[in-house]
């Protein structure tokens, strides 16, 4: 796919799933310094969205600090913890939202995640606002029909820069 440098980008990154992908697959975190970098790959950058969340013992914040020195804008969620003792915590809709709210000002969406619940999101995006939609995660773990749909996709496998130990 083309990119032209003229082009709006914006960068949603759903942090907790691209450190669990990389945690799963590689025992290893994700360098989003790199994965940023390539995201916008030479275009005119709007804005860079981290969404993460936040545990009581807010032993994270160093990490919230770094992203937000790294470029991005830091969205934080505090984790729910149910009285049976499960947890949850997700940012898909949070993240559908400023897309579809930042579309009309942007050439270029780009998804850091792997989550296949994206794919309503990614038609919308494609279908009403001309946006292009592009895709960024760990192939072994980003849905096949994500991939397809997409309007462009970066597989973090390929190059272990976007790694760090």
Do not use: C
């Amino acid at each position: 796919m083309i990119k032209h440098k003229e082009q709006r980008v914006g960068v949603l990154v759903d942090v907790s799933n691209m450190y669990h992908s990389a945690k799963n697959l590689y025992h290893k975190r994700v360098n989003f310094k790199e994965v940023l970098k390539e995201a916008v790959a030479g275009r005119k950058l709007i804005r860079a969205i981290a969404y993460v969340i936040r545990t009581e013992t807010e032993e994270e914040t160093p990490f919230f600090e770094a992203l937000s020195q790294q470029g991005f804008e830091v969205k934080m969620k505090d984790l729910q913890i149910f009285a049976g003792g499960a947890k949850k915590a997700d940012w898909d809709v949070g993240i559908a939202m400023d897309a579809i709210k930042l579309a009309n000002n942007l050439d270029v969406i780009v998804l850091v995640s792997g989550d296949g619940d994206y794919l309503p999101l990614m038609a919308y995006l494609q279908n009403t606002s001309g946006s292009l939609v592009e895709v960024v995660g760990f192939r072994q773990t980003t849905s096949s029909k994500l991939i397809e749909e997409a309007d462009d996709f970066m597989n973090l496998s390929e190059n272990k820069k976007f790694l760090l130990r």
